[in-house]
């Protein structure tokens, strides 16, 4: 029987350690590779109270899950990279921000998107893109209306929390109602539209609308021009900081009535313009988002980290950004791909809430993200009482109900 | 009804209060350099933001910070003089109006740098509300307007009662026959603009304390200061008193009785019915 010799020893010798060479090789290139992720988010101007805590925690997320050991999409591994523009809340620094993002830097996967303009502007033309858009607390009911199949948002709409504060107003058994706020924002009157409709059911109304705009930080005339209606409780919805001083001016102009709002701002945020005495029994009624006494172990845990690395405390919504990171992980990974940004879009769609979550999420059909693209979470009372957000109790919520309401609208 | 006009005056005269602050740095500047001093507004905000510096970062009281930012304001308006405007001053108007342009960019630039885009609020701890009937008037409120009024006496008792004063009244008349009269017109546009500066940061103090002080918060409010100057009349101080004090009660009453969304659209709508009428400004000469 022929000798056959596959190969002189010590040639042998060469391709193994050839061999290792290679697999050590591949291994190191399968962990150098990088997804790069776009922020579009408000770093600067009026919006940034919720844009740049929202682009920090993309990057706390991305730290976190490369530290874990990155995304696994089949034999590759990959490291995440994030990129992240001021879009000034702006539609149009918010096109261009994601044009750069696009076309620039080629990046599929862009997260954030705090405020309704900039990402409506954003929306309009995603679905002609090779993109995935995943919004965060824009919460303009329209967004996930227009059936864009490349988007997902995070946060649930404005009018799905005022039905639930509607509700929650009508049972303290205020009547009438002054409602104060950025009304010429959509999503702001469509909260204030829902909260109406409750009030209507249980006998009472809504006794004026006024408005003030973003930048406004004098809210005197409006307050006294209610103040001379005799109103039971009034209604703040808007931005963090003109309705920080609508609550203190509110005080200022000896207004004793329950003063209710829709604004996510935290505990820092606030005290920035108020004392803790002028936001004293103040409600916040909102998606649940984070606070400490209502937050699951993944909530404290997120503060705790956040705090650490930025020196400052969360805001309540800026885990929608951190969560939008985590659920495009987990579609990727069941997509099996990272390139392909329909398959990771379509999964998206069809993933369960991922474990590592923040924000408590309502699944329907064990869905993260309905047929719409929309996430929901539980919507909660939450009352200021000496210094801090206290969350009271859960506001009813029907996450089924209204998908399917939302999957009605065009 | 009387009641709510009463209580939107006392909101509105806070505000006009620091109207008429800025509207008199400018109608100074205005009526006697002839200059447009567009970043007047960023200045001011600067001496708002040094002031909030020194109370929250340094500590200082802020009876002891306001002293300090108003002289440092007089300093920085006595530089602004030198440095921007002084080598401009018989070339062409537009290198003045370009020199203001672009120092307002510059100014906005360096507080953003300096203090960050977010909104800062100067902390008074002044929050007692004084009640008298059905009117409230909030503590802090009711020292911005005592403080405005001391400054507009201080300011009126410098230029009519003064020596300095004098010589400035005298160039602003007619600067060939101060010079004949001995007025040194050197230093006059130096004290013009040091004093036109430390009334801007009174009023950025008052705009820090009662509201914020943000980015972009200066070159609105300049705006609002050079509406005040046409309608109470260019360079007329007492125009400048009476037209800071009507538009900051016209936004307030228009904010209260027609609608908050028109506020500013009303206030200007005011300002063009008074010019229709007296084109020179309500206190203004005609020409």
């Given at each position: 029987?022929p000798?056959y010799k596959?190969?002189?020893?010590h040639?042998f010798?060469r ?5 290792a060479?290679s697999l050590?090789?591949?291994a ?9 992720v776009g ?6 101007g009026?919006?940034a109270v919720y844009?740049?805590?929202?682009a ?7 730290d976190?899950i490369n530290?874990?050991g990155g995304?696994k999409?089949?034999?590759?591994v ?10 000034k809340?702006?539609p149009t620094?918010?096109t261009?921000?994601v ?5 620039r ?7 954030g998107?705090c405020?309704s303009?900039s990402t409506?502007a954003?929306?309009s033309f995603?679905r002609n ?6 919004v965060?607390?824009?919460a303009?009911?329209?967004?996930t209306?227009?059936k ?11 009018d799905y929390?005022?039905q639930?504060?509607g509700?929650?107003i009508a049972?303290?058994?205020q009547?009438r ?12 009157a ?6 109406e409709?409750?009030?209507k059911?249980?006998g009472?109304e809504i006794?004026a ?5 973003l930048?406004d ?5 409006q307050l006294t021009?209610?103040r001379?209606?005799?109103p ?10 003109p309705?920080?001083f609508?609550?203190?001016q509110?005080?200022?102009?000896g ?7 829709f604004?996510?701002?935290?505990e820092?945020q606030f005290?920035?313009v108020t ?7 103040v409600?916040?009624l ?7 006494l209502?937050a ?6 997120y503060h705790?980290?956040?705090?650490k690395i930025f ?5 309540p919504?800026?885990?929608y950004a ?5 659920a495009l ?6 997509a ?13 769609r ?6 590592q979550v923040?924000?408590q999420?309502q699944p ?7 047929s ?7 919507n909660?009372?939450f ?11 859960d ?5 089924k ?7 009605t609208l065009? | ?6 209580q939107q005056t006392?909101?509105?005269l806070?505000?006009g ?8 740095g400018l ?5 006697i350099?002839?200059?447009?001093h567009?970043?007047?507004?960023s200045?001011?905000m600067s001496?708002?933001y040094?002031?909030?510096f020194l109370?929250?970062?340094q500590?200082l009281p802020?009876l002891a ?11 920085l308006g006595?530089l602004?003089?030198m440095?921007a ?5 018989h070339?062409n108007h537009?290198?003045a109006?370009?020199v203001?342009?672009?120092?307002t960019?510059m100014?906005?630039?360096?507080n953003?740098q300096l203090?960050?885009h977010e ?5 008074t701890g002044?929050?007692r509300?004084?009640r ?7 503590e802090?409120?009711?020292y911005v307007i005592?403080?405005?009024?001391l400054?507009?006496v201080?300011?009126?008792?410098f ?8 010589a400035?009244?005298?160039v602003?008349e ?7 009269m001995?007025?040194?017109v050197k230093t006059?546009?130096?004290?013009v ?6 009334l ?6 008052m705009?820090?304390?009662?509201f914020?002080i943000?980015p ?6 300049v705006?609002k200061?050079?509406?005040v100057?046409?309608l109470?009349g260019?360079?007329?101080f007492?125009g400048?008193?009476?037209?800071g004090?009507?538009l900051g009660?016209t936004?307030s009453?228009?904010?209260?009785f027609?609608?908050?969304g028109?506020?500013?659209v009303?206030?200007?709508v005011?300002?063009?019915i008074?010019l229709?009428?007296?084109p020179?400004g ?6």
């Amino acid at each position: 029987m022929p000798n056959y010799k596959f190969m002189p020893n010590h040639t042998f010798t060469r391709a193994c350690a050839a061999l290792a060479m290679s697999l050590v090789c591949g291994a190191s290139l399968a962990a150098e590779k990088k997804l790069t992720v776009g922020v579009a988010d408000a770093l600067t101007g009026g919006g940034a109270v919720y844009g740049l805590p929202q682009a920090n925690a993309v990057k706390m997320a991305a730290d976190e899950i490369n530290v874990a050991g990155g995304i696994k999409v089949g034999p590759d591994v990959y490291k995440i990279d994030v990129i992240a523009y001021d879009d000034k809340a702006n539609p149009t620094e918010a096109t261009n921000a994601v044009r750069k993002l696009i076309d620039r830097d080629g990046v599929k996967y862009i997260l954030g998107f705090c405020c309704s303009g900039s990402t409506s502007a954003v929306a309009s033309f995603i679905r002609n893109e090779k993109a995935v858009m995943l919004v965060g607390n824009a919460a303009e009911r329209s967004i996930t209306t227009a059936k864009i199949p490349n988007l997902v948002r995070t946060r649930p709409p404005a009018d799905y929390s005022g039905q639930a504060a509607g509700t929650f107003i009508a049972r303290k058994g205020q009547k009438r109602i002054a409602v104060l706020g950025a009304l010429d924002v959509g999503f702001y009157a469509q909260y204030v539209d829902s909260v109406e409709r409750e009030l209507k059911k249980a006998g009472g109304e809504i006794i004026a609308r006024e408005i003030f705009s973003l930048k406004d930080r004098d809210m005197s005339p409006q307050l006294t021009k209610i103040r001379g209606l005799n109103p039971d409780a009034i209604l703040v919805v808007g931005y963090v900081e003109p309705a920080a001083f609508v609550y203190r001016q509110a005080v200022e102009l000896g207004m004793n009535i329950p003063r209710y709002g829709f604004t996510s701002g935290s505990e820092e945020q606030f005290l920035r313009v108020t004392t803790s005495e002028q936001m004293e029994g103040v409600w916040d009624l909102r998606p649940t988002e984070l606070t400490l006494l209502s937050a699951s172990k993944n909530g404290v845990a997120y503060h705790a980290n956040y705090t650490k690395i930025f020196n400052a405390s969360p805001s309540p919504s800026s885990p929608y950004a951190y969560d939008q990171l985590y659920a495009l992980k987990a579609a990727v990974e069941a997509a099996g791909t990272v390139d392909n940004t329909e398959a990771v879009a379509k999964a998206l769609r069809t993933i369960p809430v991922p474990p590592q979550v923040v924000m408590q999420y309502q699944p329907v059909d064990g869905k993260m993200f309905d047929s719409n693209g929309q996430a929901y979470t539980s919507n909660g009372a939450f009352q200021w009482q000496k210094g801090k957000w206290v969350f009271v109790e859960d506001l009813p919520s029907d996450s089924k109900a209204y998908s399917q309401f939302l999957s009605t609208l065009n | 009804m009387l009641i709510e006009i009463l209580q939107q005056t006392i909101n509105g005269l806070a505000i006009g209060g620091v109207y008429v602050l800025i509207a008199l740095g400018l109608t100074t500047v205005f009526g006697i350099l002839g200059i447009a001093h567009f970043a007047h507004g960023s200045v001011s905000m600067s001496g708002g933001y040094l002031t909030y510096f020194l109370v929250t970062a340094q500590g200082l009281p802020l009876l002891a910070a306001i002293p300090a930012a108003l002289a440092a304001g007089f300093l920085l308006g006595v530089l602004v003089e030198m440095l921007a405007y002084r080598p401009v001053r018989h070339a062409n108007h537009i290198n003045a109006f370009i020199v203001a342009l672009g120092l307002t960019m510059m100014v906005e630039g360096i507080n953003l740098q300096l203090f960050g885009h977010e909104q800062v609020v100067i902390p008074t701890g002044l929050n007692r509300v004084f009640r008298l009937g059905g009117i409230t008037v909030p503590e802090l409120r009711l020292y911005v307007i005592i403080a405005a009024i001391l400054l507009v006496v201080a300011m009126m008792i410098f230029v009519e009662r003064t020596k300095t004063g004098q010589a400035i009244r005298a160039v602003a008349e007619n600067r060939d026959a101060a010079i004949l009269m001995g007025v040194n017109v050197k230093t006059i546009p130096l004290i013009v603009f040091g004093m036109s500066t430390a009334l801007g940061v009174a009023a950025g103090i008052m705009v820090g304390a009662l509201f914020a002080i943000a980015p972009g918060i200066g070159e609105g409010l300049v705006v609002k200061g050079f509406a005040v100057l046409i309608l109470g009349g260019l360079g007329s101080f007492p125009g400048a008193i009476l037209g800071g004090t009507v538009l900051g009660i016209t936004e307030s009453i228009a904010a209260g009785f027609i609608s908050s969304g028109y506020k500013d659209v009303i206030a200007f709508v005011v300002m063009i019915i008074v010019l229709l009428i007296r084109p020179q400004g309500l206190l203004g000469r005609a020409p």
